[in-house]
């Protein structure tokens, strides 16, 4: 093994139930370097991961930390070694406060459980002002956002400074600034010689963060390319092993002002956000951005009856409307995508099919029983027009793939028949072929005459699915851009203008 090199692996293997899922993987990383890892939902990416940080032993296969062999037995054994691993589901106690929940392993180990709360907080601001992010270390973990929880996660692994740190979708509860900030952070580990394995269905973080780029498919190592001289379409294509014309299909409606079928007037509610005015046309999709903080989830929350408003008006089809809860807003065709669909949107024990149905329970009975085969008919059409892939309708949701989670999670939504669906980051942390399939049923339904209002933490996306977007400061809106004028670096500059 060379002098430069931090970690190798070698033939790794591993299998379950007689099912290959990783097939004699090699690499290496050196010192001081980014490491991305990029391949579809079911390529290996996990079981990897979890082979380096001892949830997982390999079938075959060996690894090396430095010069010596490195025998990773059990979770212990990789973080006294110096891998330290933040997966993408959070390990956060929302019941502790942050500066608990940051040095949580250490408390553990003290002597007759004394703690010093002013060192604590002393040790957790440091590491705060170091990532210049504005939390509080006496904030408990279950009032802050999902962007602010990954920050917590991430710091959490840094405090016992790994030799290599494992980051596993690190940015998909983050906004623009946070993004920038955790990547300086990662610039900052490099500089001291420590290693990063990241990680991304964003490919532009792959481009942007990286040094280097290994692409799993099937289980196998397809590739290891220098990220500064890679094409997004060549790294497409060992993903998927094919070719992606177009990454994101382009929407393009065509509406007149007798199409307005939802319109917000004025609305505030202070200090979250004030004087929210625009109109939503049929088959129109409307892009909202914004970075964390700037209200757009509370607004579309609010709008689907989750929160009360101060002043101002909605009108439905013309007319005034007051939505007081989300059974009304959804027996009125409106339905909510939320941001986390294994937080808020999925029964994750229970069977795709209870899934989809939940929100139609009444169209799949008949004098108040359940029928079968209408749950059937319905659960087979999605599954179909929505590509599901599961063993069957009664597949327990959690042991499906990211992408096919998420599809469940739209068919859920689309099973209403819906007239406007909020979409918050519909195609957070899955991968490419899912995301492109994804756009593809969103620009369908918009065509069929669904208004989306679609919020996007990813620019590229609001760019290429909406016909207009709106841009949010500080609960106001910035400004209104038609497609013809947009530009995805200008777009970026509005969302951090002060109003």
């Known amino acids: ?34 490491f991305g890892l990029v391949g579809e ?61 940051i040095f949580v392993d250490e408390m553990a180990t003290r002597r007759l459980g004394i703690l010093n709360r002013k060192e604590l907080y002393a040790r957790t601001n440091e590491l705060l002002e170091r990532f210049n992010v504005d939390i509080r270390p006496d904030e408990k973990v279950g009032r802050l956002t999902m ?15 790994p030799r290599l740190l494992i980051l596993d979708e690190p940015t998909s509860s983050l906004g623009e600034s946070e993004i920038q900030r955790l990547f300086e952070l990662i610039r900052e580990i490099k500089k001291k010689n420590f290693s ?34 890679l094409e997004i379409g060549e790294l497409v294509r060992l993903m998927i092993n094919d070719d992606i014309q177009e990454f994101f299909g382009k929407h393009q409606a065509k509406f007149t002002e007798k199409d307005v079928i939802y319109e917000v007037r004025n609305l505030s509610r202070e200090p979250v956000f004030s004087d929210i005015s625009f109109k939503l046309h049929r088959g129109e999709i409307l892009g909202v951005a914004g970075i964390i903080g700037s209200g757009k989830l509370d607004i579309c929350k609010t709008l689907f009856g989750i929160g009360k408003y101060d002043t101002g008006e909605i009108l439905y089809n013309g007319k005034k409307t007051d939505f007081t809860s989300t059974a009304e807003a959804l027996n009125k065709g409106i339905v909510f995508l939320p941001e986390s669909r294994k937080i808020e949107g999925l029964f994750l024990r229970d069977s795709v099919q209870n899934n989809i149905i939940t929100n139609i329970l009444k169209d799949v009975s ?78 369908k339904i918009a065509g069929e005459g669904v208004g989306i209002i679609l919020i996007s933490s990813e620019i590229d996306e609001l760019t290429a699915l909406s016909d207009r977007i709106i841009v949010l400061n500080s609960g106001m809106i910035g400004e209104v851009i038609d497609q013809e004028h947009f530009d995805g670096r200008a777009i970026r500059l509005s969302m951090h203008k002060k109003l």
């Open 196 to 229: 990063v394995i990241y990680i991304s269905h964003h490919l532009n973080e792959i481009f942007e963060i990286t040094d280097r780029v290994m692409v799993l498919r099937d289980g196998k190592n397809v590739g290891v390319c220098q990220s500064n001289t």
């Open 1 to 34: 093994m060379g002098t430069d090199t931090l970690f190798r692996g070698e033939g790794l293997s591993k299998s379950f139930f007689g099912n290959l899922v990783l097939d004699s993987v090699s690499f290496d990383i050196h010192y001081g370097e980014v």
């Open 147 to 161: 962007g602010n929880r990954q920050i917590v996660e991430i710091l959490k692994a840094l405090v016992t400074n």
């Open 366 to 443: 008949t004098n108040n029983f359940i029928r079968q085969h209408k749950i059937h008919k319905v659960v087979d059409e999605y599954m179909k027009k929505v590509n599901i892939k599961a063993r069957s309708r009664t597949q327990r949701v959690t042991f499906l793939s990211g992408g096919n989670q998420q599809k469940v999670l739209l068919s859920k939504c689309l099973a209403t028949k819906p007239k406007i669906l909020f979409a918050i980051d519909p195609t957070r942390g899955i991968d490419v072929g899912s995301k492109a399939e994804i756009h593809k049923i969103l620009n």
């Open 41 to 101: 939902n079911g390529a290996g990416k996990s079981t990897l991961t979890k082979i380096i940080t001892g949830v997982y032993t390999a079938d075959s296969g060996k690894m090396w930390l430095g010069s010596e062999e490195a025998v990773i037995s059990n979770v212990r054994d990789a973080k006294e070694m110096g891998i330290g691993v933040v997966f993408q589901e959070l390990s956060l106690c929302v019941n502790l406060t942050v500066a608990e929940n």
